[in-house]
C-alpha cells in the first residue's frame, strides 16, 4: 500500500453549504474536514469500517477550528489532513484549507480516541498497525487541545429534540449536528451581523434518537465569546462543550 502521511482533497463550496452571506458555514467546513479525516483513514487502512472489522472505533473527543477567510459560494478549496502524534490512548490530526491560490484560510485541530467497539473501553493506539507517518513537528496550530471548562453561570437555555435526521451510522447524533444544536441558540440578528472566528468543542458523552436536550450558554465576552453545553435534559449529564468566538462582519 502506498504511503500517503499528507493527504489532499479538492472541494467545491455549494449552494447548500453556505450561509445567507454566501459564506460557507461552520458546520459545513466542520463536515469537510470529517470527510477528508474519514477518507485518509481509509486509504491507509483504518478507516471506520476496517476499524469495525476488528471491533475497534475512533471516537472524535476535541475539535478546534480557526478560521482565517471564510470559503465563498463557487470556491474551489483544497485540504491536507495529516496524523500528528499518538500517545496512549488518543491521536492528533491536523488539517489546513487552502484556497486557490494555495494560501491557508482555515486551520484546525482534532483529537481522536481509538476504544473497543462493544464496551467502548479505551484501547492503546501503540497496538494499532498504521502505514502512516507522524508529523510531530508539523502543526497547523501550535497550541494544544485542552478541557473545556463548566459553565460558571447560564445567561440562556435553549431545547431540542432529537431527529432522525440527526443520526449517523451508528445511530448517535452526528458531531456536525452539535454545531447546529449550538449555535441555533445565537439570535439571528447577531449572526446577521457577525462570524465566527473560531469554534472549539470537546464531545464528551452520546445522544440518541428522541432525546430531549437542554442548550445552555454563558456570555464570556460580550458579543464575541460565548461558552456553550448540551446536557440531556431528563438527567443533566453534558454531551457536549463548546466555546464560540466571534467578530464582527
Known amino acids: 500500500m502506498e504511503k500517503i502521511n499528507i493527504w489532499e482533497e479538492a472541494f467545491k463550496v455549494r449552494s447548500y453549504h453556505m450561509d445567507v452571506k454566501a ?8 463536515g469537510y474536514l470529517q470527510e477528508v479525516a474519514g477518507n485518509h483513514a481509509h486509504f491507509m487502512g483504518f478507516g471506520y469500517k476496517q476499524m469495525k472489522e476488528s471491533g475497534l472505533l475512533w471516537l472524535l473527543t476535541r475539535v478546534k477550528i480557526a478560521v482565517h477567510q471564510y470559503p465563498m459560494w463557487g470556491d474551489e478549496i483544497k485540504i491536507d489532513t495529516w496524523v500528528v502524534n499518538a500517545e496512549k490512548f488518543f491521536s492528533r490530526r491536523d488539517f489546513e484549507i487552502r484556497d486557490k491560490a494555495g494560501k491557508v484560510i482555515v486551520s484546525a485541530i482534532s483529537g481522536w480516541m481509538l476504544v473497543n467497539a462493544r464496551e467502548k473501553r479505551p ?11 507522524l508529523l510531530k513537528d508539523k502543526m497547523s496550530l501550535n497550541e494544544e487541545l485542552v478541557k473545556i471548562d463548566n459553565l460558571q453561570k447560564v445567561d440562556s437555555t435553549a431545547f431540542y429534540k432529537v431527529k432522525y435526521s440527526d443520526l449517523d451510522v451508528v445511530n448517535h447524533v452526528n458531531n456536525i449536528q452539535y454545531y447546529n444544536i449550538v449555535l441555533d441558540t445565537i439570535p439571528g440578528q447577531f449572526q446577521m451581523a457577525n462570524h465566527i472566528k473560531s469554534f472549539e468543542i470537546n464531545y464528551m458523552a452520546e ?3 428522541e432525546d430531549e436536550l437542554e442548550v445552555a450558554s454563558e456570555i464570556l465576552i460580550d458579543d464575541e465569546k460565548f461558552l456553550h453545553e448540551i446536557r440531556r435534559k431528563s438527567n443533566q449529564k453534558p454531551l457536549c462543550r463548546a466555546i464560540s468566538n466571534w467578530e464582527k462582519d
Open 23 to 30: 459564506r460557507a458555514t461552520i458546520t459545513s467546513i466542520a
Open 123 to 133: 484501547q492503546l493506539v501503540e497496538t494499532l498497525s498504521r502505514n502512516v507517518d
Open 207 to 209: 445522544s440518541l434518537f
